[in-house]
């Protein structure tokens, strides 16, 4: 069966520090991987996704996710986080034809003025 | 409207009643998905339309839930007999097709069985 495992319940953060968040996912096939974010008070938005190609993405408001098969993973990262970026942040995997997703437990950022 | 919709936002009912919760997909998005999000946890899936049909019904967790698309738009979730332990927020997403393009989420409804 498929899953996602994200490393990191909480992480809190300065402006202006650097950002990482790890995604594992385990599916033997072809996946497709997205990153959703939640801010406080909204629902789910889609900040970026792999389905082929490069496996460098880019998302919306500077994030960016590397694909790395070898590695099973998919992790988010910000050269520079705002306190704006305080949210909650989930990656999912999709697998087979049906496009259900998959989600991780997700990890809240919480960024320091 | 111009994303998905779901009413009620919150619902509070009492153990064993019966609830609905509804879904508006975005027009012309022909799947729509369900999920729960228990607290702490990230949504899981519960059930898959393509049109009218559900194509994927697998992780409805017993058979007190029931999902119904007639028309292949509006979607209603059904519990029956409600537990404390289906306390949880229902979100539903919608997207042009199946095929692994974008899902978009909606406010989900908060269900509180006391």
């Known amino acids: 069966a498929q899953s996602v495992s994200q490393h990191n319940h909480h992480v809190i953060l300065s402006e202006a520090a650097s950002l990482e968040l790890g995604c594992n996912y385990s599916?033997?096939?072809?996946?497709?991987l997205f990153w959703y974010v939640q801010y406080p008070g909204q629902h789910l938005q889609l900040l970026l996704k792999?389905?082929?190609?490069?496996?460098l993405v880019k998302g919306i408001k500077g994030f960016e996710a590397e694909f790395i098969k070898s590695k099973f993973s998919f992790n988010l990262r910000k050269p520079s986080v705002q306190w704006s970026d305080t949210a909650e942040y989930f990656c999912?995997?999709?697998?087979?034809?049906?496009?259900?997703?998959?989600f991780g437990k997700g990890t809240k950022l919480s960024v320091k003025p | 409207g111009a994303g998905v919709s779901q009413t009620p936002s919150n619902k509070v009912t009492e153990k064993g009643k019966y609830v609905e919760l509804r879904c508006d997909p975005i027009?012309?998005?022909?799947?729509l998905y369900w999920y729960r999000q228990s607290l702490g946890q990230g949504p899981e899936f519960l059930i898959y339309?393509?049109?009218?049909?559900?194509?994927?019904d697998s992780g409805l967790p017993n058979d007190r839930f029931f999902a119904v698309r007639p028309e292949g738009s509006v979607s209603t979730l059904k519990i029956q007999r409600t537990e404390r332990g289906d306390s949880a927020v229902y979100l539903c997403?919608?997207?042009?097709?199946?095929?692994?393009?974008?899902?978009?989420f909606g406010p989900g409804t908060r269900l509180t069985v006391l």
């Open positions: 027009s012309g998005h022909t799947a």
């Open positions: 999912a995997v999709a697998g087979g034809s049906q496009g259900n997703l998959i």
């Open positions: 997403a919608s997207s042009p097709n199946s095929l692994a393009v974008t899902q978009y």
């Open positions: 339309f393509q049109g009218t049909g559900a194509a994927d």
């Open positions: 599916y033997g096939g072809t996946v497709n």
């Open positions: 792999y389905f082929s190609g490069d496996p």
